[in-house]
């Protein structure tokens, strides 16, 4: 009788520090974390050249870190540094771009064989001869899970206006869904049933 009481009691105790757990289990937000090694962008155009040596440059930018992390729940967006564009005397054509983002985590798929497959972002651009910077299918939206992410570049920045521009990257949260807290409570009140199960009785 003694021992049935006891591990009613314990286990009541584990309950009840699970379920004030619950709300911190519910937190939602997904970490994203900059894979600046798999990251790129390369620029392809024809262009005429009034002066020597000019042309237009692109490269990560420098405020691109490689680890960055960035915690994104619905509502939240965070900024960042991208691409440098650098501009040297004048020149005119069409500049074409392809730029990827890359991130170590959170993991968008899993191959066939079981590889897993880090998030990247890749867009399309065109610098206009105008030198109006324009990207393709902006911005665009990924579902990791069963959450929702929207990645947006600037766009519009005048990028042959002058000798270098950076342009930044942007992620935010449309709808971002929790990890089932129930279902933590459920396994971890199971766990500890099972826990107090090996527990010897005491002599009697």
């Not at 309950?15 to 911190?24: C, D, I, R, V």
């Amino acid at each position: 009788m003694f021992d049935l009481l006891h591990k009613t009691v314990a286990a009541t105790l584990v309950a009840a520090g699970l379920s004030a757990a619950a709300p911190q289990a519910e937190a939602a937000t997904v970490p994203f974390v900059i894979d600046r090694s798999a990251s790129s962008v390369t620029l392809e155009g024809a262009e005429a050249c009034l002066s020597p040596n000019c042309g237009l440059t692109a490269s990560l930018a420098g405020g691109l870190v490689q680890g960055a992390t960035y915690d994104i729940g619905s509502g939240d967006r965070a900024s960042f540094d991208f691409l440098t564009f650098g501009f040297n005397g004048m020149g005119g054509g069409v500049y074409n771009i392809t730029a990827v983002l890359a991130f170590s985590s959170p993991v968008l798929q899993v191959v066939s064989d079981g590889v897993a497959a880090a998030t990247k972002v890749k867009f399309l651009g065109t610098i206009l001869s105008s030198g109006a910077l324009v990207w393709i299918d902006m911005p665009q939206e990924l579902t990791i899970g069963s959450s929702t992410f929207r990645f947006d570049f600037e766009d519009g920045a005048c990028i042959l206006c002058g000798s270098e521009k950076t342009i930044t990257a942007s992620i935010e949260g449309v709808n971002v869904v929790p990890l089932p807290a129930g279902g933590l409570l459920l396994i971890g009140g199971l766990g500890a049933l099972a826990l107090l199960r090996r527990r010897p009785s005491p002599a009697v």
